[in-house]
């Protein structure tokens, strides 16, 4: 059976802005209060996914969750109507108002762990929605992407979409930001990387000093176990203090894999060298062919270029004339250690032949570059046709997506703008408008 990548991309929400709500993401903080453009987001954003579209890779849209999310508000002891839960937590405490309008469910890389069926024993497709519980902002997502994702994939012969894990610290889970897929093909099994922070019950590895390590190895474990991988096809890496305390708060700002290509920065993993062999040697023994490991020395990129440039929070997509494409946002076409990173990588012997840059400011404004915005699905050809098809970009759906930003969206917001109430008006009325064209009932997405 045939099976192809899918790409779903998050579409930024009406109320893109920048609050400083993720400690250890520097670009986060840096923004914080500084205004942003929701309509100039989402554009950037359709532009990317249309880029994909043409390249003939699968490209799908998961909607933006309605925000403000009141219940919210409401669970932490604000009374009244709508105006006055938003006036009173504005003044009363500006963060956790700033948590219920946060559209951070647009880096869909964060919103499940995803294995195709070929990797499961039972030959389904299995999602297990994040948790998010690292940072309350988030934390607040899981509930509807869950919702969402059991609309989009209903089909339980196909598709198992899990609870999210328990919403602890010891099971923190970022999803598949901290995962990587390498196989020859993608409809064969495929060797799973997931990639912890700490382990929360072992305290004798070494923890980052500054940013907190957001993924547990016990979250890892677990979405392993859940979605039935083989141990021999499994292989769980350890992120460096040293990454993390320099802000790569997910693996995929230093590390991406596709089909027999994975780059790497050197300072990724813990005992990286002996980590990589073995994978090298899982790989070999798997497909009885050379994984191509490519990795980036400290002389070439710094870890702080790398977590300003987001070079490895490229998109690494395998075009159906079978050449790679690796997608970077355009601050690696302005630093220079990332543009000769990248130039080095299409001149050596390896599937990558095109690098293509992007104008995605105001997602990586908040640490969300190319690949944070998507979530990658592989799809057999009877998936393809069970699950809900609304949400495949075609040409048409590019329009509609682009005339519904352009009616419904601000040009800017400012922290102030948050109590306003004609904010939630208008975005409630946006979310209405996209679930008629995306096809989806209402109460998925305005159900909180
Ligand atoms: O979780 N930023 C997101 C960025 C997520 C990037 N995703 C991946 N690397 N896959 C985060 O830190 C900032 C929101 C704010 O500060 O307003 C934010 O949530």
Redesign the pocket.
């Known amino acids: 059976m045939t099976a192809r990548e899918f790409n779903f991309d998050g579409i930024v929400g009406p109320t893109h802005?920048?609050?400083?709500?993720?400690y250890?993401?520097v670009?986060?903080?840096t923004?914080?209060h500084k205004s942003s453009s929701p309509k100039t987001a989402a554009l950037q954003g359709l532009r990317k996914m249309k880029f994909v579209a043409d390249l003939g890779i699968g490209q799908c849209v998961l909607p933006p969750l309605y925000r403000p999310y009141l219940g919210f508000l409401r669970a932490v002891g604000f009374t009244g109507n709508d105006e006055q839960l938003l006036e009173k937590a504005f003044r009363t405490d500006p963060v956790l108002l700033?948590a219920c309008y946060?559209?951070?469910n647009m880096?869909t890389?964060?919103a499940a762990t995803v294995s195709p069926a070929a990797d499961c024993q039972d030959g389904r497709l299995h999602f297990t929605p994040a948790n998010?519980t690292?940072?309350l902002?988030?934390s607040l997502e899981p509930p509807a992407t869950t919702r969402v994702f059991r609309a989009i994939f209903e089909n339980e012969d196909a598709f198992v979409v899990h609870d999210p894990l328990p919403s602890t610290l010891v099971l923190a889970d970022?999803?598949?930001?901290n995962h990587t897929r390498l196989t020859i093909e993608p409809s064969q099994p495929g060797i799973e990387i997931f990639v912890h922070g700490r382990a929360a019950m072992n305290r004798n590895i070494t923890f980052p000093k500054k940013f907190p390590a957001?993924q547990t190895l016990e979250s890892c474990q677990a979405i392993a176990r859940r979605h039935g991988l083989l141990a021999s096809r499994t292989v769980h890496l350890q992120q460096t203090p040293a990454a993390i305390d320099a802000g790569v708060?997910?693996?995929?700002?230093i590390s991406v894999g596709n089909e027999n290509v994975f780059l790497t920065h050197v300072q990724a993993f813990v005992d990286q060298a002996a980590m990589l062999s073995q994978v090298r040697q899982m790989f070999e023994q798997q497909f009885d062919s050379p994984l191509q490991v490519v990795e980036f020395s400290d002389g070439e990129i710094s870890l702080s270029k790398t977590v300003s440039s987001y070079l490895f929070?490229s998109q690494l997509l395998t075009r159906p004339d079978g050449g790679m494409t690796l997608i970077c946002p355009l601050d690696c076409k302005t630093s220079s250690s990332a543009y000769a990173c990248t130039q080095r990588l299409i001149a050596e012997d390896n599937p990558v032949d095109q690098v293509e840059f992007f104008e995605l400011r105001q997602?990586m404004n908040?640490?969300?570059?190319p690949?944070?915005?998507r979530l990658r699905v592989v799809l057999t050809e009877e998936q393809q046709k069970a699950m809900h098809s609304g949400i495949i970009l075609t040409k048409t759906l590019y329009g509609s997506l682009v005339k519904w930003v352009e009616k419904n969206y601000r040009n800017e917001l400012i922290p102030d703008d948050l109590r306003d109430p004609n904010l939630l008006t208008e975005t409630r009325d946006a979310i209405h408008e996209l679930c008629g064209i995306l096809d989806l009932p209402t109460d998925v997405l305005l159900g909180d």
Do not use: I, M, P, Q
Not at 17 to 22: D, F, R
Not at 249 to 253: I, K, L, Q
């Open positions: 802005n920048y609050a400083g709500l993720s250890g993401n670009a986060s903080a923004h914080r700033a946060s559209a951070s880096w890389a964060n998010l690292s940072t902002h988030r970022e999803g598949a930001a957001r708060f997910h693996n995929d700002v929070n997602s908040n640490g969300g570059g690949a944070c915005l």
